[in-house]
């Protein structure tokens, strides 16, 4: 059998050198046709992951906790107005939840910055050290506030970019010195590194930080917290996370089974999900295209395979004559078929990596190479060989040899 | 080796026996290509039965039939039905590739000795285009022999060749025939009659004529014999 199908490998390479240039030119479809599936889902999987990068850069991870709509006697109540988020609820999840890598209460509140003749007008967030974890935000200069400083609700600050800029105009160094927001001091130990506007335009190095219990005493006088921020351990666990937070905070705050949850559990996933679905559907767009591609290519080998019976009628018969069985003709030109496409297909991977490579290096976009991409356009090739060859190459078996030695 | 048994064509009852040179002659429609592809085993008969080598055939379905034809049958055909564009050496392998039982070295040896016993030891990588007509024929000669059949079929062999170049296909078989091979040559031609040892006459799907050729006519004579004008 080994031998046998070897000599009929033999038999259809001689059949494709004798042809050269009309093989090469089968080929082209299947070659186009892989070569451009490669390089779309490239593309594709390549925006994919620069716009989950974009994303990750503020925070994928990153969930935030508010408190919910309420009814106060009927009137419904803006949830930001709502007072029902405590610290115990911030204390609950950092010590029961297993999916969060990082938890902050937040308070927030505006106002006018003071230094000396410069001023102004910014926000002050009042959180504690694990906040900068969660942003992934890093300091460029100086040191956050400790845990130690948030108990004994210390007057120092940490400044983002634009605040220094504004404050400090002729370029002295802020660490160490004292600024007040709406009359309160607050010393200077760190100066935040540049982040630059968010996805929604906001400008995110106009902001001061605190800790968080300083803000709720000396600039709010409230107890309460206004928002938890957390981040799960993973993207992947993002969802499990905001699940674990809600069954934390309803056994927290008491709330029973059937009762609508007092507090909202916002994370990134529905984001990315969103931006994702759009290059997904981009990618299978493209997809389809070079399939389109791919299935021509098929169509064009089911042709010359075609041309190919007919013209060597008589070959057939003679190889009939000499003892060859219907298998054998059948596997000589499935086999032919399958080389064909399986070569056009190995050429079509070789030019999708050289196109992708072109395509990264001269026009700068992302590009992901992906091994499913390889795998399967790979195996759709193969199948198509044997799909579009079976035909004509059963075709040839069944002739009568007698008639086809006679075929004109 | 057995005997060759046929009952097919309206009646007709043949018995070919090994060592035998046998020609078959007839007019179009004479039934002689129906007997051709019985003996070949690539036709069946209708009713009858037929026996090659001992093995009856009629019982057989398509792919015992190519065995039947890989093993026991050397068929050459009018107009040589080499594979272009492919060496003679390649040409001659052909029948043995489809035969499992022998390995490559073997099919090369073999082809190599078939193409020697039919005087093309020096051509064995020409392609047909770069052989005359009688060579080529040559090829297709060495081709039936290389799987050791049990009998040639040879259909109008040196119906596409000159007088010259026929004589020395002829003489050519003479020779086979001498070496012991059984050969079945279809010809409408009489002259090419004279070379065998026994003619049948077919008509109109019967055997009108089945006879022992006792002054049988020496190929390689005749060739000497050829005005030597006529060699080009």
Redesign the interface.
């Known amino acids: 059998?080994k031998?046998?199908i070897l000599?009929l490998i033999k038999?259809a390479l001689?059949a494709i050198v004798?042809n050269k240039m009309r093989t090469l030119l089968t080929m082209l479809g299947i070659i186009i046709g892989v070569a451009s599936v490669i390089a779309m889902l490239a593309i594709g999987e390549g925006s994919k992951q620069s716009i989950r990068d974009e994303i990750s850069s503020m925070g994928s991870n990153m969930i935030n906790i508010r408190p919910g709509a309420d009814m106060r006697g009927g009137v419904r109540m803006n949830p930001s107005e709502m007072q029902s988020l405590k610290l115990k609820d911030y204390e609950a999840l950092k010590e029961e939840a297993s999916l969060l890598a990082y938890v902050t209460p937040q308070v927030s509140g505006s106002g006018q910055s003071i230094n000396g003749a410069n001023n102004w007008p910014t926000s002050i967030y009042g959180v504690n050290p694990e906040y900068l974890d969660i942003k992934i935000w890093d300091l460029q200069d100086g040191s956050m506030f400790t845990n130690a400083e948030v108990r004994s609700a210390a007057k120092v600050a940490v400044i983002g970019q634009t605040v220094a800029e504004n404050l400090f105009t002729n370029g002295e160094d802020p660490i160490g010195k004292m600024i007040r927001f709406n009359s309160i001091p607050f010393k200077i130990i760190g100066v935040l590194s540049e982040k630059g506007e968010s996805n929604f335009g906001q400008d995110q190095d106009d902001v001061i930080l605190a800790p968080y219990t300083t803000v709720q005493k000396r600039i709010l006088a409230i107890d309460y917290i206004q928002t938890i921020v957390a981040s799960a351990i993973s993207e992947e666990d993002a969802q499990g996370a905001v699940d674990e937070i809600s069954t934390i905070l309803r056994k927290q705050r008491d709330i029973s089974g059937n009762e609508d949850d007092d507090f909202n559990v916002f994370s990134m996933d529905e984001l990315i999900s969103t931006f994702s679905s759009t290059s997904e559907m981009l990618t299978v767009l493209l997809v389809a295209i070079a399939s389109i591609s791919l299935l021509i290519g098929g169509i064009g080998i089911m042709n010359i395979m075609y041309v190919s019976v007919k013209e060597r009628t008589?070959?057939i018969?003679?190889?009939?004559?000499?003892?060859?069985?219907?298998?054998?003709i059948l596997l000589q030109f499935l086999i032919e078929a399958i080389l064909i496409s399986v070569s056009g297909g190995i050429i079509g991977v070789i030019l999708g990596f050289s196109a992708t490579l072109f395509i990264k290096g001269f026009l700068g976009w992302p590009t992901i190479i992906t091994s499913y991409s390889v795998i399967v356009s790979f195996a759709v090739c193969a199948v198509t060989g044997i799909f579009f060859g079976w035909y004509p190459a059963r075709k040839a078996s069944a002739l009568d040899?007698?008639t086809a030695?006679r075929y004109e | 080796m057995g005997d060759e048994i046929v009952h097919a064509l309206k009646g007709v009852s043949l018995d070919i026996h090994e060592g035998e040179f046998v020609t078959i002659m007839g007019s179009s429609g004479s039934g002689k290509s129906t007997m051709l592809?019985i003996l070949?085993c690539?036709?069946s008969p209708s009713s009858g039965s037929y026996h090659i080598d001992g093995v009856p055939v009629n019982s057989l379905n398509?792919?015992e039939l190519?065995?039947i034809?890989?093993?026991k049958i050397g068929?050459i055909?009018q107009a040589y039905?080499l594979?272009p564009?492919?060496t003679a050496i390649e040409n001659v392998e052909?029948?043995l590739?489809?035969?499992?039982k022998i390995?490559?070295e073997e099919r090369h040896r073999r082809a190599v000795a078939a193409l020697e016993m039919v005087g093309l030891g020096e051509r064995l990588d020409h392609t047909p285009a770069q052989l005359s007509g009688g060579q080529q024929q040559r090829v297709a000669i060495a081709?039936s022999l290389v799987?050791d059949p049990v009998i040639i079929l040879a259909d109008e062999a040196t119906g596409n060749l000159d007088t010259r170049t026929s004589y020395e296909i002829m003489s050519l078989f003479q020779e086979l025939n001498r070496k012991g091979k059984t050969i079945a040559f279809v010809t409408h031609e009489p002259d090419i009659a004279e070379f065998s040892g026994r003619t049948v006459i077919l008509k109109d799907g019967h055997i009108i004529k089945d006879d022992i050729n006792t002054d049988i006519n020496d190929a390689a004579r005749e060739l000497a014999a050829l005005p030597k004008e006529d060699h080009e």
Do not use: C, Q
């Open positions: 059998m031998t046998r000599n038999i001689k004798l008589r070959e018969g003679l190889r009939m004559s000499v003892g060859a069985k219907g298998a054998d040899p007698i030695l | 592809n070949g690539l036709d398509r792919n190519a065995t034809r890989n093993e068929f055909f039905n594979l564009r492919t052909l029948p590739i489809y035969n499992n390995s490559s081709r799987n």
